[in-house]
């Protein structure tokens, strides 16, 4: 609940609904330290052009960062008030600050409570924040009051019955990228991939046993800890590690010649902001940004997606294109009321959506690629109509169909690639050799394909989507795609040109630098 705390400002978009299943076990103690974000304002907004002619980074600074007015009253007022200011970045806008929950309730005019799921207990918030005068229309999110998980991973990792081992096969990242023409001549040399993960970690050893094994170098991977999180591997092959190692291993494998950074952050709305918009202004600026995480829009603030698709336009708007998997639970995206779904961060504009497809082939030939649905029990891509974000401009020649209230809304995935378990990728997790799937890996793909075209091309792609969507019609899709005809997510169905389940299709790298101007 919200108290009613004189003089307090409705924050728009802050509403959070109870931690659905959770178990209440009262007040959070009054003098426990809380962590915050508070998100500023930007001094202006980021014209279309600059998305589409990326600056640098200090220019993007100086006209698309905070004012360092609106920084300095929110620091007088928040230490006024108890709480005390870890750090500013005016460039990153953001402000972390720390408080015992009364100061916090006093601030923002809200309740924290604990609340038991599972084997888990975490911190919740319901309702609205308020802001004091100091604060109102300066701070646009006040995140990580509420420490509830904001994402899953999204991977699967085959089934070890000897039904599913008899109908499957798997091939190496590398092999992926053959059946993909990546463009050859390229390998990412030179460029930087940045990669979001919310828990897990990786061990060097991996690493160096999984790219000895395909004949490659070990590409140079950093990790960077964000909000206290950091590199913790050996904790389970089925788990975030899956995801950790699954991301790097596709990156590395097909872009090795690009520096790969990690950024290990705390799976709350706070650390999932925090790290993309570290990642975003990062020196050097990342040519993509590969995330595999996300959640079903409506299980985020307005606030936080609001929040996290202003770090992805800071991306773009500084040359990083920021590559989305589109979930793994078709087109109800798991949200348990049988309607569809679309996954967040991957429902943003400013993000380039990766849906998943099954592929077969051998060498560079492939022998049929639909789209992945496994069913139930095994999963299938996500991908639908967003009710939180308007139709873009790029997408409206492509007959992206309305929401389930009628309504035009941005088409999911933009794109696809191979995800399905089934026909999944050979990894290796915590000393485990593995298959792992899902349209975790799709992301990657895309990211390690984008910093090879960068290569190639001499020029940052920033927000990829115009370029990708060009010449692309409701009926047929654009040039340096394979496009997918044939499969279903669920509630849609793959058809000529571009689809709720696969975008504009599956890439054909070398025709896609070729179109790009490569």
């Not at 046993?209 to 389970?236: K, R």
């Not at 500084?318 to 078709?330: F, I, K, P, R, S």
């Not at 990728?425 to 298959?435: F, K, N």
């Amino acid at each position: 609940m919200t108290p009613d705390i004189p003089g307090g400002h409705p924050l728009p978009g802050s509403e959070r609904a109870p931690i659905r299943g959770g178990v209440p076990q009262g007040a959070v103690h009054p003098d426990a330290p809380i962590d915050a974000t508070l998100v500023l304002r930007r001094r202006a907004e980021v014209p279309d052009d600059v998305l589409a002619n990326p600056i640098p980074h200090d220019e993007f600074v100086e006209k698309y960062g905070a004012d360092p007015a609106d920084a300095a009253a929110v620091e007088a007022s928040v230490r006024a008030a108890g709480a005390e200011v870890v750090s500013t970045d005016l460039g990153e806008r953001l402000i972390r600050i720390r408080a015992k929950a009364s100061v916090v309730r006093e601030l923002f005019g809200v309740e924290l409570n604990t609340v038991a799921l599972g084997d888990s207990s975490y911190r919740e918030r319901t309702g609205g924040l308020t802001l004091p005068d100091d604060l109102h229309e300066r701070v646009v999110a006040v995140l990580g009051l509420d420490d509830r998980p904001q994402a899953e991973t999204h991977f699967r990792v085959l089934p070890t019955t000897p039904t599913a081992a008899a109908s499957a096969v798997s091939y190496t990242p590398v092999q992926v990228g053959e059946l993909y023409g990546f463009p050859p001549g390229t390998d990412g040399t030179g460029r930087t991939v940045a990669i979001i993960e919310l828990g897990g970690g990786f061990a060097q050893s991996d690493l160096d046993a999984y790219f000895a094994g395909l004949g490659i170098p070990t590409p140079i991977v950093t990790a960077v800890g964000v909000d206290g999180a950091s590199n913790q591997p050996g904790q389970d092959p089925n788990g975030a590690d899956g995801e950790v190692l699954l991301d790097i291993e596709v990156v590395g494998a097909l872009a090795p010649g690009a520096h790969i950074v990690v950024y290990f952050a705390p799976n709350t709305d706070a650390g999932f902001v925090d790290a993309v918009t570290k990642a975003a202004h990062a020196s050097p600026t990342p040519d993509a940004i590969s995330i595999s995480w996300g959640q079903s829009e409506d299980a985020w603030t307005a606030q936080s997606r609001s929040a996290m698709d202003a770090a992805f336009v800071d991306a773009a708007g500084m040359g990083a294109t920021v590559t989305a998997a589109a979930g793994d639970n078709g087109s109800g995206d798991n949200a348990g009321d049988g309607a569809p779904h679309v996954d967040f961060p991957a429902s943003s504009p400013h993000a380039l959506g990766c849906g998943g497809t099954a592929l077969h082939g051998s060498g560079s030939t492939i022998s049929s690629e639909t789209v992945w649905n496994d069913g139930a029990a095994g999963g299938a891509t996500g991908g639908g109509v967003s009710d939180t974000f308007p139709l873009p401009s790029w997408q409206g020649a492509v007959g992206v169909p309305p929401d389930e209230a009628g309504a035009s809304g941005r088409g999911v995935p933009d794109v696809a690639g191979n995800a399905d378990p089934r026909t999944g990728y050979q990894v290796r997790v915590d000393g485990t050799d593995m298959v792992i799937g899902g349209t975790s890996a799709v992301a990657p793909l895309w990211a390690a394909l984008i910093a090879r075209i960068v290569q190639a091309t001499g020029t940052r792609m920033g927000l990829a989507q115009p370029k990708l969507y060009a010449g692309a019609t409701a009926s047929g899709t654009s040039a340096g795609f394979r496009d997918i005809t044939s499969g279903n997510n669920g509630a849609f169905a793959a058809r000529p040109g571009w689809d709720a389940c696969t975008g504009l299709g599956s890439p054909d790298g070398a025709a896609l630098l070729r179109a790009l101007g490569g």
